[in-house]
């Protein structure tokens, strides 16, 4: 297979695209569908919204059709993608609380799935870790907007330090 050609310069569109537009879901492809409903909705909390036998399956939070789209299509019994190659970092899941996110680091913690890592970004808290298919998932939840880090030139000034994970296990509702 042949490497495709490199694209032109990015260059900043003329139009930047409308501030409302957000992420709908994310579709993954998984090897056995019911260890992947197990993590996502067993240790997750997300509801089962609609399944297709053992072929695929779609999950939500609050009632929304689907946020993830579970399917074993092209993957049933496969093995994750090898390291050095491409594809999916992991899948963002935005809490909408602090103590939302206490919560799930509980969950997670109480099911005995390790984490990969957890960090205070400045303008969000993270918990890093994998599902039973070794996709990367990250849990989070973003600050409110006037607490966010901005450098001297007045731009956002992101960061990674260790999060607190005590200090975040005491956030109760």
């Given amino acids: 297979m042949s490497t495709p050609a490199p694209l032109a310069p990015l260059e900043k569109a003329t139009k930047p695209i409308a501030s409302g537009t957000r992420i709908g879901h994310v579709h993954l ?7 992947a409903l197990g993590f996502y909705c067993g240790v997750l909390g997300f509801e089962l919204m609609q399944r297709y036998g053992d072929q695929a399956a779609f999950i939500a939070a ?3 059709h689907h946020h993830i789209g579970l399917n074993t299509w092209e993957s049933k019994g496969g ?3 090898a390291p050095g190659t491409t594809g999916l970092f992991h899948t963002a899941i935005l809490y909408p609380t602090r103590a939302a996110l206490a919560d799930a680091l509980r969950r997670v913690t109480a099911a005995g799935v390790t984490l990969d890592g957890a ?3 400045g303008v969000s808290e993270a918990l890093y870790l994998r599902d039973p298919d070794q996709n990367g998932v990250e849990l989070y939840w973003d600050k409110p907007r006037e607490h966010w880090p901005v450098g ?10 260790r999060l607190d994970l005590k200090a975040l ?3 109760t509702d």
């Fill in 152 to 161: 001297a030139d007045g731009q956002l000034a992101m960061f990674t330090q």
């Fill in 29 to 35: 492809k998984v090897a056995e569908l019911d260890r």
């Fill in 119 to 121: 960090s205070d970004h």
């Fill in 62 to 64: 609050g009632g929304y």
């Fill in 169 to 171: 296990l005491a956030v």
């Fill in 79 to 81: 093995t994750p993608p």
